[in-house]
Protein backbone atom coordinates (compact mmCIF):
# COMPACT_ATOMS: atom_id res chain seq x y z
CA UNK A 1 0.00 0.00 0.00
CA UNK A 2 0.91 3.47 -0.91
CA UNK A 3 0.84 6.35 2.28
CA UNK A 4 -2.11 7.66 0.21
CA UNK A 5 -4.03 4.02 0.98
CA UNK A 6 -2.76 3.92 4.50
CA UNK A 7 -3.71 7.15 5.52
CA UNK A 8 -7.25 6.76 3.88
CA UNK A 9 -7.56 3.52 5.77
CA UNK A 10 -6.28 4.51 9.04
CA UNK A 11 -9.14 7.41 8.49
CA UNK A 12 -11.94 5.64 7.72
CA UNK A 13 -10.98 3.20 10.30
CA UNK A 14 -11.49 5.83 13.01
CA UNK A 15 -14.41 6.89 11.87
CA UNK A 16 -15.75 3.28 12.75
CA UNK A 17 -17.38 2.82 16.19
CA UNK A 18 -15.30 -0.51 17.13
CA UNK A 19 -16.00 -0.98 20.52
CA UNK A 20 -19.54 -0.87 19.78
CA UNK A 21 -20.13 2.63 22.16
CA UNK A 22 -22.88 3.63 19.78
CA UNK A 23 -24.82 0.64 19.90
CA UNK A 24 -24.99 0.08 23.47
CA UNK A 25 -25.88 4.03 24.59
CA UNK A 26 -29.06 3.17 21.59
CA UNK A 27 -30.81 6.50 21.94
CA UNK A 28 -30.30 7.59 25.49
CA UNK A 29 -27.85 10.40 24.16
CA UNK A 30 -30.67 11.84 22.18
CA UNK A 31 -33.48 11.46 24.62
CA UNK A 32 -31.40 12.90 27.66
CA UNK A 33 -30.85 16.10 25.53
CA UNK A 34 -34.22 16.17 24.15
CA UNK A 35 -35.09 15.76 28.26
CA UNK A 36 -32.58 18.59 28.98
CA UNK A 37 -34.04 21.08 26.47
CA UNK A 38 -37.53 20.70 27.63
CA UNK A 39 -38.78 17.69 26.82
CA UNK A 40 -41.13 16.17 23.77
CA UNK A 41 -44.08 13.67 24.25
CA UNK A 42 -42.86 11.30 21.46
CA UNK A 43 -39.75 10.87 23.58
CA UNK A 44 -41.03 11.42 27.44
CA UNK A 45 -44.34 9.49 28.90
CA UNK A 46 -44.38 12.65 31.73
CA UNK A 47 -44.26 15.33 29.32
CA UNK A 48 -46.77 17.92 29.83
CA UNK A 49 -46.72 20.77 27.47
CA UNK A 50 -48.37 23.55 29.94
CA UNK A 51 -45.03 23.40 31.56
CA UNK A 52 -43.14 23.90 28.11
CA UNK A 53 -41.60 27.02 27.14
CA UNK A 54 -40.58 28.02 24.08
CA UNK A 55 -37.96 30.87 25.15
CA UNK A 56 -36.39 28.78 27.67
CA UNK A 57 -35.71 25.80 25.06
CA UNK A 58 -34.80 28.29 22.69
CA UNK A 59 -32.02 29.88 25.52
CA UNK A 60 -30.66 26.07 26.36
CA UNK A 61 -30.00 25.42 22.78
CA UNK A 62 -28.25 29.03 22.34
CA UNK A 63 -26.55 29.05 26.03
CA UNK A 64 -25.91 25.49 26.38
CA UNK A 65 -25.55 23.65 23.20
CA UNK A 66 -24.57 26.99 20.90
CA UNK A 67 -26.97 26.07 18.22
CA UNK A 68 -29.38 28.77 17.00
CA UNK A 69 -32.82 26.66 17.05
CA UNK A 70 -34.55 29.19 14.70
CA UNK A 71 -32.40 31.84 13.92
CA UNK A 72 -28.40 32.72 14.18
CA UNK A 73 -26.74 35.80 15.37
CA UNK A 74 -23.32 36.82 14.55
CA UNK A 75 -21.96 40.48 14.50
CA UNK A 76 -20.52 41.23 11.17
CA UNK A 77 -19.98 44.82 8.71
CA UNK A 78 -22.84 46.42 8.35
CA UNK A 79 -23.17 45.92 4.11
CA UNK A 80 -24.09 50.56 4.64
CA UNK A 81 -21.44 51.51 6.02
CA UNK A 82 -18.26 49.17 6.29
CA UNK A 83 -16.63 51.08 8.95
CA UNK A 84 -20.04 49.88 11.42
CA UNK A 85 -20.51 46.39 12.77
CA UNK A 86 -23.37 45.45 13.57
CA UNK A 87 -25.74 42.26 14.79
CA UNK A 88 -27.12 40.28 11.74
CA UNK A 89 -30.17 37.68 12.99
CA UNK A 90 -30.69 35.27 10.30
Not at 33 to 50: M, Y
Not at 54 to 62: M, V
Not at 69 to 80: C, I, P, Q, R
Request: proline fraction near 1%; glycine fraction near 6%; aromatic fraction near 12%.
Amino acid sequence: DCEAEQKARKYYLSCLDGNETTEALGAKPMTDLIRDIGGWQATDKNFNISDWHFQRTLEKLQNNYSLGGLFVWYVAENDKNSSEYIIQVV
